[in-house]
Structure formats: C-alpha cells, structure tokens
C-alpha cells in the first residue's frame, strides 16, 4: 500500500509537470494544447487524490493525512531531480534562464 | 519583504541549521540511544510489563520508601527493552524541589543495567531547543527568536517567490547561483506543509515562556500560576504538585489496576505509570497507554493509591487544546511507524538542506559584488562551518561515544564537548583556508567522519552490522547504515566541489541534490 | 520589537475577552499570538516610513493594551 501510495502520487506530479509548458519545452516536446493540459490536470490531481486513499487505507485517516504529505514530498523531490538530470544535456548555458 | 527573508534568514540561518540538524536526528532518538549503549542486550528477553512493574516498584520502595513521586515506564513498543524509571524526593525546603533519581532495570531481574554513561540521541535531541552549554531559558529565547524568524522567512517566501508554484519541478543541477536558488525554493516548497507546521508548533512548544506575560496577565505570575496553565494545556488536568508530606497509609495493590489497564487498551499496552506521594493518603496512581495518536492525547487511568478506585479525572479537551496538542504531537511525529519517521526524517533533511541552501544562495548572489569585504568571508566562513563543520561535529559526538574510555568519569559530558571541540575545529580550519579550498576539505573530512562510523563500531564493539542484520535487529543497523549513506553522500559532495576547485571557476561548492542527501 | 507588543497586548486582549472558560481563552490566545506577531512584523516591513511604521505599531498595541486594562482582570 504505500509502494502504491508513492507511485500513484509520482505519477500524479509527473502528469502536472507535463502539463506545464515550461517543463515540455525543457524536454524537447511540443507545447500542451488548453486541452491537453486541462485533462492532464485533471489526471494529476485524481491520482494526488487516490494516492492520499492509499495513504489512508495503509495508516488510517488521520496518520495517513500526515504520511500523505511526506510521500508527496518524497515522490516530488524523485521527479526533480529525474527531471533535471534529463534535461541537462540539453541545455547550451548552463545558467540559461526559464 | 525580500530584505526580510534575506537578512532574517541569513542572521538566524547558522542556528536554525543547528536547530534542524539536531531535530532531524532527533527523530531517530531512540535508535541512537540504543545505538550509543551497546551493552544492550542484542535481542530483547520478553518480560510481561506487569512482572517488570512489579519488579521496578520493588526496586522503589527499597530505594527511597517515601518518594514524593516514582515513575515508572515498563518494557514494550519502539521504547527500550529495559525498565526506566525516575524517582522524585520531597523537597528539603519549602518551594525547592527535591533529589531525582533516574535510571534503567532489567526488566527480567529487576537489577540495575550497566550501560556506559552516555547522552544519547537524547542529548542530541535536547540541543535543538537548549541549544548547549547555555541556560535553558536564555536558550529557548535565542531558539524562538529564530523559530519566528523561520516563520517569517518561509511567509515572505511564498509571497515574494510566488514564482516558486510556477517552478515547481525546476532543478537545475550545476553550481551556479541559480541552481542553488532552484534547490532553495525545490526543498522549500516541496514540504512547505512541514516546514509550516515545525514552526508553529515549535512555537507552541515554549509557548509559556514566549507568552509569559500573557499568562501571566490572567493567571498571575509564578511557577505555579504558570504551571496551572501549562498542565491544563499538556495533560488537560491539573497535576498533584502538591510536595507536602500526607498522612501515612496503606497502599492498594498495583496488580488490579494494571490488569484494567490491560483490559481497556490491549495487554502490553502500557507508557508509564505515575505514582505521587505514595504510600500516604493523598496518594495516587496514574497510568497512561503506550501507543501515541496524531491527536495526541493518550488515554489516561487515575487511582487513588490507597483504596485502588478510579478517580474520575476527567481531561477536559476543548477546541483550541486540540489544535495544540495535535500542533504538539505533529511536531513530534511520536505516533509514527518506521516508514513515517522515515518520511519525517526526510522531511526534516529538507528543511535543514533549505536552510543550508539558502545560507550559500546568500553568497552566490554576493560574490561579485561583496567579495574581498570582511563580512562577505565570514559569511562563507561560517557556512562552511556550519554545513560541512556541524555535521562533522555531530558524527564527532557518535565517535566519541565509541571510543572514550568506558569508565572515564564525566564521560556523557565529554562526549558532547568533544562534539563542540570538533566544531571549533572545524570553524578555525574554515577561517583559515581559502573558502573553495574549505568546502571540498571539509566535505572530505565529514566523509570520512561519517563513512568510518561502522568500521568503528566494528572494531569497538560486537554489535556491528554484522552482529545486527543477522539478529534482524533493523534498528541498530539503520544508524550504521545511515552513517554509510550520508558518509557516501560527503564524497560525492567533495569530489564536486574539488571539481569546481580545479576549474577556478568562482561559484563552486557541493551539489546541491548530494548535500540534500548528505544532510 | 513592536510586534511582541501588539502580539501581547492583542492576546490579553483575547484572553480576556472571549466569552470562553479561563484555559480556553487563553489557548485560544496563545494559539493567535504567533500569527499575529507575524502579521505585525510583515506590515511593519512593508510600511517605508519608519515613523508611520512604530505609529502603527504603538497605536495598535496602546489600543488593545487599552481595552484589556478597561476590561480588567476576569
């Protein structure tokens, strides 16, 4: 359950960070049509949503709330640097700015 | 707004990186504890916690008869194997408060433990709201000045980096001031929700001497006007501080009380049992549940000690104690299993890799404009210092542990001074070296302070990762292995900044992903 | 600073006049002061002049400080 927790809440910010142009253009993407990115959206916080239910279904509602926020963390800060790793080769200046 | 979160931070930075180091390790307390008394037994005996009560209490009378209080926390849950207790005297002289006495029991023989004197992760605990060698109050000021400093920082934070929601999965690795200022605000916003409430509830904590005064305005002035607050605010009923001397009497058994207690909340589901002035008629007995809740409050029994009926204290928990003591248990995190207290280690790491990141951000943005100036190095001084230096200092204080003598007298404190002797070291060597060069020696030397941790263990004593992982004892080998990690952590950090080093290139320091982890 | 001054008069303030038991207003109170201690150091940071900026400050606290004197004690 919270193997599935922290999946389901990495997937959850993967799909809100493709939902942001800034990101898709870092990875060499085409821009996000309105939308692509509300469905994204969308997605994203359902699967936030599900993951606290994972949570909640591990550690009970009020611990699990509290977990909830430190696998969201946890999860977040994987995809950060997963995402900056990948994108570094394609920077030319390494302090381009966003 | 933004001279605020700059200046703010960077004056109250230095001890509010101390103050997050020491806490993060301290959600690890109890594992170091166990760690740094190895004379534990490697695989607890099973003892029924009211064979180990009976024992303990026994071991009270025989040690002072008429004790104001004894209090006693049998064996079970993430707490020791042993039985600990504390013994409180009557006081001497009106309004003074009398000897204590504290200890552990084997809770299968009812005999004294001898383990080395020792802190403990304890101790380690404690300095990030005493702080060390400083008077308590005077320490929970300079903390709270901080603490709301902190507070400040991380408001105008958000106001001033609305940018940070925007940027929410920016990192740019690299040493530039602008991958530090992504770093910053990535570990920032990431458990921005813990970040907040670590605050408050820090705030929360001392709340009675920050707010004294306002206290002080209903209740009156004074140790015991404050404590009729403060007890309400903990407990949620007044507590029998009362240390004037009853009329003897005789006591009821303990057996029956515990056994309701077993009944209500599950057997070997005991904290502690409190006992004041026993063995006279004012006595009472006080028993409260192991297990913690994120609301915070635990069950409670109250018995009178001489006829053995409950006395109906009831815990009055109106609204606004809720919030507190919720705000109080969160910031504790006690309720939580291994993979929450992971979480909240993780968390904890952030927000001291927050501080730290936005400790070197300060310079980076500086270095043009500032370099050469005095206060300009000593900012860099004491970043390396505090960064590299304190948490050399902190591995120091587990080496010390391993390697002063066992029956050295005043041993716990030398391992703390020792602790701070490393820092001062660690701060004389990063005075005297070229900043750039500073970094990547110090990450080198914290390395390898943190890296050899096992190895010393191994060779000082028999319970080692060997020892440990064969018993299953997951624990004990979480902080060998968590050594390893961030000592692991150090190298890269090291190997990163002699890279910027070689390059001369002017921005040049640990990564900041690698000091997320190493801290 | 001011803002202590604010925050502790304010939480008097409070404390005295909720039409709560004794504990509850004063945790209630307490709770309060922290968020309040920081409102005030937040408006006194954006405040440029740094005469309107201690008016403010002492005006608000004098006021509340004020109406808890007036209130007296419980």
């Known amino acids: ?98 | 707004m933004s001279w605020l979160h700059t200046w703010g931070g960077l004056i109250t930075g230095w001890i509010l990186f101390f103050v997050f180091l020491t806490g993060t390790a301290g959600y690890g307390e109890i594992e170091l504890d166990r760690w740094m008394r190895p004379e534990k037994p490697l695989v607890a005996p099973e003892v029924a916690q009211a064979d180990a009560l009976a024992l303990g209490l026994k071991f009270a009378e025989t040690t002072i008869p008429d004790a104001r209080r004894w209090l006693l926390s049998p064996p079970g849950g993430r707490e020791q194997p042993e039985l600990r207790y504390f013994i409180e005297d009557y006081p001497e002289t009106e309004g003074g408060s009398g000897k204590r006495f504290s200890g552990y029991l084997d809770p299968a023989t009812g005999e004294k433990t001898q383990y080395r004197a020792t802190g403990g992760g304890r101790l380690l605990y404690r300095m990030h709201y005493q702080l060390h060698y400083i008077p308590r109050t005077a320490a929970a000021w300079i903390v709270g000045f901080c603490a709301m400093a902190m507070f400040a920082a991380l408001v105008t934070g958000i106001i001033i980096h609305a940018r940070i929601f925007k940027d929410f999965f920016t990192f740019r690795p690299g040493t530039g001031h602008r991958n530090w200022l992504d770093a910053h605000n990535v570990v920032g916003v990431l458990s921005l929700p813990f970040h907040l409430m670590i605050t408050y509830s820090g705030l929360m904590f001392l709340c009675y001497v920050y707010m004294a005064p306002v206290i002080a305005a209903e209740y009156g002035w004074g140790e015991d006007n404050r404590r009729a607050f403060t007890d309400m605010m903990f407990l949620g009923h007044p507590l029998d501080r009362d240390t004037r001397r009853a009329a003897p009497a005789p006591s009821a058994s303990l057996a029956p009380m515990l056994a309701e207690a077993d009944r209500l909340w599950g057997p070997g589901n005991i904290g502690f049992v409190d006992i004041t002035r026993p063995g006279t008629t004012a006595a009472r007995v006080r028993i409260v549940e192991g297990t913690r809740h994120v609301a915070g409050e635990r069950a409670t029994l109250v018995f009178d000690g001489v006829t053995g009926t409950v006395v109906d204290g009831p815990i009055v928990n109106p609204p606004p104690r809720a919030i507190s003591k919720t705000l109080i248990s969160l910031h504790e995190g006690l309720f939580a299993g291994p993979v929450l207290r992971w979480l909240y280690f993780l968390a904890g790491l952030m927000g001291t890799a927050m501080i730290g990141s936005g400790l070197i951000l300060w310079t980076k943005k500086r270095r043009a404009r500032l370099e050469g100036r005095v206060g300009f190095s000593l900012v860099e001084r004491l970043n390396v210092a505090t960064v590299c230096g304190l948490s050399t200092a902190v591995a120091a204080y587990l080496w010390a542990n391993r390697l002063l003598p066992v029956e050295m007298s005043g041993r716990a404190a030398w391992e703390a001074h020792v602790m701070f002797l490393v820092w001062a070291v660690m701060a004389a060597h990063a005075a005297l070296r070229p900043a750039a060069r500073a970094w990547s020696e110090q990450c080198g030397i914290a390395a390898a302070a943190f890296g050899l941790i096992p190895l010393v263990n191994a060779l000082t004593t028999d319970r080692h990762l060997g020892a440990s992982i064969a018993a299953g004892q997951w624990d004990l080998a979480a902080v060998d292995l968590t050594c390893l990690a961030i000592g692991i952590g150090f190298v890269a950090a090291a190997r990163i900044a002699a890279r910027g080093h070689q390059r001369a290139v002017p921005a040049k320091t640990i990564s900041p992903t690698v000091h997320g982890a190493a801290e | 600073m001011g803002g202590y001054g604010v925050a502790y008069a304010a939480s008097v303030l409070m404390a005295r006049g909720l039409p709560l038991s004794r504990y509850e207003a004063m945790q209630w109170a307490i709770l309060a002061s922290f968020p309040i201690y920081l409102c005030v150091v937040l408006w006194a940071f954006r405040a440029r002049p740094l005469m309107r900026m201690w008016k403010g400050v002492l005006g608000l606290a004098g006021i509340c400080a004020g109406l808890a004197w007036w209130m007296g004690p419980a």
Request: contains cysteine.
């Open chain 1, 1 to 98: 359950m919270i193997v599935l927790a922290f999946f389901l809440s990495f997937a959850a910010w993967t799909a809100l960070a493709f939902a942001m142009n800034r990101h898709r253009r870092d990875l060499g993407w085409a821009r996000a049509t309105s939308g692509q990115r509300t469905v994204l959206r969308c997605v994203g916080g359902s699967l936030l949503a599900a993951s606290l239910w994972a949570c909640a279904e591990h550690w009970g509602w009020s611990k699990g709330t509290v977990a909830w926020f430190g696998v969201m963390a946890a999860s977040a800060g994987i995809l950060v640097l997963a995402l900056g790793y990948r994108t570094q080769p394609r920077r030319s200046g390494r302090n381009r700015r966003g």
